[in-house]
Nanobody, 124 residues
Framework: QVQLVESGGGLVQAGGSLRLSCAAS????????MGWFRQAPGKEREFVAA????????WYADSVKGRFTISRDNAKNTVYLQMNSLRPEDAAVYYC?????????????????WGQGTQVTVSS
């Protein structure tokens, strides 16, 4: 089992920045690829960004490429999502997930563990 706890969400003006954190406990954190997904009201949970076990490879949704950066610190069992130039359409509940398979980073079905989510609100 892996327990994930997100933090760092909040209210920000359009153009502003937030940094989300996801702290993991339980099984060896470095065994897992990690991803961030988001879900807006009435919409499906969608892929935002992912990072492999070592941090050497990252993937992004086209909608956030160039604005968001995913990173991880395996010594701290934590994955981060730095979000810059936020837009109203980025508003959602953001979830981190742990992917033990190491493939299909875009697909939420390959993430076996999820946090409870953190709300991001962007005012225009």
């Amino acid at each position: 089992q892996v327990q994930l706890v997100e933090s760092g969400g909040g209210l920000v003006q359009a153009g502003g920045s937030l940094r989300l954190s996801c702290a993991a406990s339980g099984r060896t954190f470095s065994n897992y690829a990690m991803g961030w997904f988001r879900q807006a009201p009435g919409k499906e949970r969608e892929f935002v960004a992912a990072i492999n076990w070592s941090g050497g490879s990252t993937w992004y949704a086209d909608s956030v490429k160039g604005r968001f950066t995913i990173s991880r610190d395996n010594a701290k069992n934590t994955v981060y999502l730095q979000m810059n130039s936020l837009r109203p359409e980025d508003a959602a509940v953001y979830y981190c997930g742990a992917n033990p398979v190491g493939v299909a980073y875009y697909n939420k079905l390959y993430y076996h563990y999820w946090g409870q989510g953190t709300q991001v609100t962007v005012s225009s």
